[in-house]
């Protein structure tokens, strides 16, 4: 993995504004979420830092990247290119070399849609990405609280309160969603 200057350099170059101050929130509640759950530091800190590293370019760049990069989007995504920012995201810090570690990689391409069987470190990034402070909308207080104590719960309440509000728009949900949630109440029936 590259030094963390120049992580913190590749992402000012392509992420700005508000977005930026997002980051660094979700910078904050991942490492907080990480000490408390056990997860490895830098991890989660490279991670965080850059999870939403492809997420200023417009859509139709999305698809045409998520095609250069042989991620083969599949109808959803390619009906909602947003989707793929994690993903492509992934893919483009592995081409250029900034990130080479793979759970890095993989928690920050599923930060968006989760992934049946997700490890500690992918939920802590989906989770400090939903909750940080700056997030305000119904139910978030409830999931940000649960998160400090049990980080399956408040991804469930989060995979919840995600898939009624896509329904709610009448977008389309992604299959990996439902997979995620499916997977965890499984995993939490046991």
């Given amino acids: 993995m590259a030094e963390w200057h120049v992580l913190e350099a590749a992402l000012k170059a392509r992420v700005t504004g508000e977005r930026l101050a997002h980051t660094y929130r979700v910078l904050e509640t991942a490492r907080r979420l990480g000490r408390i759950h056990g997860a490895d530091e830098e ?54 070399g900034l990130v080479t570690d793979r759970a890095v990689l993989q928690a920050i391409a599923v930060h968006t849609t989760g992934r049946a069987g997700m ?44 898939l009624v509000y896509v329904v709610q728009q009448g977008w389309l949900i992604h299959p990996a969603s ?6 965890l109440l499984q995993q939490m029936q046991r």
């Fill in 43 to 96: 991890q989660v800190a490279a991670a965080a830092l850059l999870h939403d590293y492809a997420k200023p370019l417009p859509p139709a760049v999305l698809l045409d990247e998520a095609i250069r990069l042989g991620l083969n989007p599949d109808p959803v995504e390619r009906a909602q290119p947003d989707l793929l920012h994690g993903p492509v995201a992934a893919a483009l810090l592995l081409e250029q």
């Fill in 119 to 162: 490890s500690l470190l992918e939920k802590v990034i989906y989770l400090a990405d939903y909750v940080e402070p700056g997030r305000r909308f119904p139910g978030v207080e409830a999931i940000r609280a649960e998160a400090e104590h049990d980080l399956d719960r408040a991804l469930l309440g989060a995979l919840d309160n995600c």
């Fill in 178 to 183: 439902v997979e995620t949630r499916n997977w």
